[in-house]
């Protein structure tokens, strides 16, 4: 384990504790608490911080106190991370062994995830055993400019003919919004079929905000478009706690996580899912347990990759922003193209934002993280009537998330080309990909993935799909 990690977590836990809390100790303390030694003592850690977390039970307390006897880190305490399929997730356990605390990974099945990690806790000297948690921000960019080029993202994703009084709508699909939540009485979305969440929380239920833009995107006309891609489908509205008042207008925007929203999407009969937002994977290590009683434990093992592999596994489509860090650090992004969960998951579609360069073709936007998991590129620029009557501009890959949700739904719903196929969602995906547009370079690449979705064509091979 090493001393930069250990410290980082502690600095993160000092301040979940709360600065004034007697109990807080600071990643300089921790610094001492370790002394000169080059691997910290992490029993000095899980110690220092106990108190500030409430008594320990018998068995946390014994751990603890075998942790204890070891005066270090072994050097060699590091195991091979494991390589979870989809439908698993990687679990990182901590055996002490001849007074040395190994660390070591291994995998539990979704489908059986208590009794996995029940049987992984249950050899003598195992001390903890956690799956890989992660933490989260919001991936959005939003600007307010007027604009003329109303007809643009009809244009990009080919769909004069989709976009036909008579052509498919999204009959009867299901498409859940995890987002900041929907203003349903938005002129745009009137007569649209719209759940919300019960007791959904306090989320930005306003005209322009972020997740009512989403909606418009998949049920309401964009621009210049003669109708909506998918104007009959049936929108979840599922508000997230995903972000600070200053980016999504609520903090909280509700009470549900990611997680939750995603597991109560799939089990209230969603299809399709869009989220058009991003997390930084940042595990937390498994001795994590040793501060928690049985609740908390069993709480913490509904991570977003446990709900991305139950929705998979329930064959929900799943769309995603595929983040808007190419253009380097900022206030939600740490790194360069950083990755990000939900988009890098393999079961989900990551979607890439394209800009129009100067009225001429599409090409991947400036601001759109560049990531070997980007699947599929869509629009990320769509202009909206403000409450004053002005235009405003969003853009970001969250904004074209939506669209590629939207694109699925016609092409699987009652009145779609699919519609009689019983793995539609799955073939409508694969079609997406292979009628897309390749941008360069040649190939499926980090900008923009398999291309630019045309929706015509897709239309088409879905035609011929459904009559060989």
Known sequence: MRLALLMAIAAVLATSCGADDSSSVDAQQI??????????????????????????????????????????????????RAEPEVSQVEVEIITLVDGCLIFSYDVAEFRSLVTDLDDLRRPDGVVAVSPLLIEYHLDQTTQTSPSSELAWPVQALNASEALRAESPTGQNVVIAVIDSGIDTTADSLEGVAIRRVPDSGTGDYTATGHGTVAAQVITAPIGAAPRAIAPNVQLLDVPADLCDRATCGCDPCADMTAADAIRWSTDNGADIISMSFGFRPASKPAWWQLLLDAGEIDSATETIEVALAYSTLNNVAMTAAAGNCAGGENSQCESDDQF????????????????????GPASP???STRQDYVELAAPGRVIIDGTDGEPI????????????????AVLTGDDGPLADDPDALVHAREILADTAVDLAPTGRDPASGYGQVQLDPAMQQALLRSTD
């Not at 501009?393 to 694109?407: D, L, M, R, W, Y």
Request: proline share 4%; charged share 15%; glycine share 12%.
């Open 31 to 80: 610094s001492q608490a370790a002394g000169a030694q080059t691997e910290p003592n992490l029993s000095v850690i899980v110690d220092e911080f106990a108190d500030g977390f409430g008594r320990l039970g018998a068995a946390q307390q014994q751990a603890v106190e075998g942790a204890a006897q070891s005066s270090a880190v072994c050097e060699e305490a590091g195991g091979q």
């Open 340 to 359: 990000e969960i939900p988009a890098g998951h393999p079961s989900v579609i990551a979607v890439a934002g394209l800009n129009q360069d100067d009225g």
């Open 365 to 367: 936007a400036w601001y």
């Open 393 to 408: 501009e969003k853009i970001g890959t969250s904004f074209a998330t939506p669209f590629v949700a939207a694109s699925l």
